[in-house]
């Protein structure tokens, strides 16, 4: 069995990519005494992390109570999995009208999952950072630009499908748009293209619907919060009909179902 005397940290501590993601309103559902979207919670996280052991990720994690951390290597295909892994969970637990708030981080860290230890100037850096994200969204340190480019220009060509082609699955940090209303205050994961996809909505815009309505009349606390997912998902909303519209063979019925979302989320 490892001990402290021979965990070795001093050569261990290595830089690696850190994701600090927190369950927002956990506290409410445990307070409520929710089991039940407590207990779709927890087996969907489970679910998505025995998914990635089980496809040999290199992403290692932790779950304890509302929050997950997931830990990777120094490496571009690596930060790439962590990011698709983040957005996957992201949308899998939209499914549950369960929001996170959470940061991505670079740094020395060091994780022994056979006896639970977790540190590093990484994972610091990472859950002090996840308090800044605001709203539902995922934020990436900026340090990090400077790993893959000279600045988020490069970063975004880097990650995302070129800026002439509006590639829906491939498009994995968010960029603001002329239909935007949020402000561009950080680099978050984009995704909301898991839901409003190329050629179609998936189911749960309804879901994300029902999730902002109701939350957003409750109080001030959580009315900003769901205002900005609000414009967030009207946004890309907004953006797909634009792209659309200039597809000859694009399908209508895809286009008033666009129409009609937009309507929608503009009631609210």
């Given at each position: 069995?490892?001990?402290?005397?021979?965990?070795?940290?001093?050569?261990?501590?290595?830089?690696?990519?850190?994701?600090?993601?927190?369950?927002?309103?956990?506290?409410?559902?445990?307070?409520?005494?929710?089991?039940?979207?407590?207990?779709?919670?927890?087996?969907?996280?489970?679910?998505?992390?025995?998914?990635?052991?089980?496809?040999?990720?290199?992403?290692?994690?932790?779950?304890?109570?509302?929050?997950?951390?997931?830990?990777?290597?120094?490496?571009?295909?690596?930060?790439?999995?962590?990011?698709?892994?983040?957005?996957?969970?992201?949308?899998?637990?939209?499914?549950?009208?369960?929001?996170?708030?959470?940061?991505?981080?670079?740094?020395?860290?060091?994780?022994?999952?056979?006896?639970?230890?977790?540190?590093?100037?990484?994972?610091?850096?990472?859950?002090?950072?996840?308090?800044?994200?605001?709203?539902?969204?995922?934020?990436?340190?900026?340090?990090i630009i400077k790993n893959f480019g000279k600045d988020k220009?490069?970063?975004?060509?880097?990650?995302?499908?070129?800026?002439?082609?509006?590639?829906?699955?491939?498009?994995?940090?968010?960029?603001?748009?002329?239909?935007?209303?949020?402000?561009?205050?950080?680099?978050?994961?984009?995704?909301?293209?898991?839901?409003?996809?190329?050629?179609?909505?998936?189911?749960?815009?309804?879901?994300?619907?029902?999730t902002i309505l109701d939350n957003l009349y409750i109080d001030?606390?959580?009315?900003?919060?769901?205002?900005?997912?609000?414009?967030?998902?009207?946004?890309?909303?907004?953006?797909?009909?634009?792209?659309?519209?200039?597809?000859?063979?694009?399908?209508?019925?895809?286009?008033?179902?666009?129409?009609?979302?937009?309507?929608?989320?503009?009631?609210?």
């Amino acid at each position: 069995m490892d001990t402290p005397s021979n965990l070795n940290l001093k050569e261990n501590l290595t830089n690696q990519y850190v994701a600090y993601l927190d369950v927002m309103g956990f506290s409410n559902l445990v307070n409520k005494g929710n089991v039940t979207r407590l207990e779709s919670y927890f087996n969907k996280i489970i679910e998505i992390l025995d998914n990635l052991k089980i496809q040999k990720s290199n992403i290692q994690s932790f779950l304890i109570s509302d929050s997950i951390i997931l830990i990777t290597p120094d490496s571009k295909q690596d930060f790439l999995n962590l990011i698709i892994a983040i957005r996957r969970i992201q949308s899998a637990l939209l499914w549950k009208k369960i929001l996170l708030r959470g940061a991505v981080s670079y740094g020395e860290v060091f994780y022994n999952q056979k006896n639970n230890i977790i540190v590093g100037k990484g994972f610091i850096k990472a859950y002090l950072l996840e308090s800044e994200a605001n709203f539902p969204r995922v934020i990436i340190d900026p340090a990090i630009i400077k790993n893959f480019g000279k600045d988020k220009n490069d970063f975004l060509n880097e990650f995302n499908s070129l800026p002439f082609y509006y590639n829906y699955e491939k498009r994995l940090i968010y960029s603001k748009s002329e239909f935007s209303k949020i402000s561009d205050d950080a680099i978050f994961i984009d995704y909301a293209n898991k839901t409003i996809k190329q050629s179609e909505l998936n189911g749960n815009i309804k879901k994300i619907y029902e999730t902002i309505l109701d939350n957003l009349y409750i109080d001030q606390k959580l009315y900003s919060k769901y205002v900005w997912l609000r414009d967030y998902y009207l946004e890309i909303l907004k953006k797909t009909e634009f792209y659309v519209s200039q597809d000859k063979n694009g399908s209508e019925k895809f286009k008033t179902s666009l129409s009609v979302w937009i309507q929608t989320f503009e009631g609210l």
